[in-house]
């Protein structure tokens, strides 16, 4: 009698299980970030891998690998495209060569802030949709406040660069040398020591580093000098068979999460600059804002900057003058 009940309970199971549908399968994503996992944009962007898992509802789910622990900063977007990772955040300038149109964003283009950076980005991706970032899906892109001048001795006009040795990088040494200064190409992590020990006399970087690398304990001057500030291009992007795998449902929620954290990231690159501001003003040092002719003299001295981009990217057959066209105007009705 026993066993007669056992074989009609499971029967009974094996029917009412049949119309049931399966379990969604949960599609396990990695992301390689080169930040420090306490760092504001590895904590903001394991904050989009939630709101990722939260609007596919499980159907995807993000894990993040902090520190370039995955692929190493200046590897992280090849990775992507060659599988490495699913996901990655990274510079684009610094591979260099390798995103020619793209490198618009880092010129000296006068910005005001890291949202307003940011925006731009993706409205230039938008627009040109640049074949150099086609063999990855490309998430957002995102950019860091305006990049300026921090001394270890005031400086409140060009003349004071003269003989001042700068540190800087990729793009922003073209600024110093425009600028009449002398540029020292040095990654970041060895400016502290280099301006403690005197060997460069000031950075060019945005305000943010000032806390976040401590930059305010070895200068003592910051110049605003915002009509020739300039910006580096980060990109957030999926492998494209990865993402091609996607339900659309996934792909659409994904899509609509992505939008959201464009003003999400430039605010928060605002939010680390005024905090970079208070920590240097609170070790005692100077915040200098250049008068409207000065800034303006700072400014025209990009312009051999802008041109030779111009001509690299023509040489190339690629459209940089519309390109920087396209950023200045927008620039000029979006501040």
């Not at 090849?78 to 060569?97: R, W």
Request: aromatic fraction near 8%; glycine fraction near 8%; charge should be positive.
């Amino acid at each position: 009698m026993l066993r007669k009940l056992c074989l009609i309970a499971a029967t009974l199971a094996l029917v009412l299980g049949a119309g049931l549908p399966a379990a969604a399968k949960t599609v396990n994503l990695t992301y390689s970030i080169f930040f420090p996992a306490t760092h504001g944009h590895t904590l903001l962007a394991t904050e989009w891998a939630r709101e990722v898992e939260k609007r596919t509802n499980g159907a995807v789910k993000i894990n993040i690998f902090p520190g370039a622990t995955l692929t190493p900063a200046d590897q992280s977007y090849d990775g992507v495209v060659k599988g490495i990772s699913d996901l990655a955040m990274g510079v684009l300038s610094y591979v260099k060569g390798r995103f020619p149109l793209t490198e618009v964003i880092d010129l000296p283009l006068g910005y005001q802030s890291g949202l307003q950076v940011t925006r731009l980005c993706n409205a230039y991706y938008q627009k040109f949709q640049p074949k150099e970032l086609a063999d990855t899906k490309v998430m957002y892109l995102h950019g860091h406040g305006p990049g300026i001048l921090h001394t270890k001795a005031p400086v409140t006009r060009l003349e004071d660069l003269k003989g001042m040795k700068i540190r800087c990088t990729g793009t922003s040494a073209k600024i110093v040398k425009a600028l009449g200064a002398t540029p020292v190409a040095m990654p970041q992590t060895e400016t502290y020591d280099a301006l403690q020990k005197g060997l460069v006399q000031g950075t060019l970087t945005p305000i943010e580093s000032l806390k976040g690398w401590k930059f305010a304990e070895v200068i003592s001057s910051t110049t605003r000098n915002l009509g020739s500030s300039y910006s580096v291009a980060f990109f957030v992007v999926m492998n494209k068979k990865k993402w091609d795998s996607l339900p659309r449902e996934a792909q659409e929620a994904i899509e609509q999460v992505n939008r959201e954290w464009i003003d999400k990231t430039g605010q928060a690159w605002d939010d680390f600059d005024q905090a970079g501001r208070e920590f240097t003003l609170a070790q005692g040092n100077k915040v200098i804002e250049l008068s409207p002719e000065e800034d303006q003299r700072w400014a025209k001295l990009m312009q051999p900057v802008l041109d030779e981009y111009v001509a690299a990217t023509q040489a190339k057959g690629l459209p940089g003058q519309e390109a920087l066209a396209f950023c200045q105007q927008w620039l000029k009705t979006n501040r």
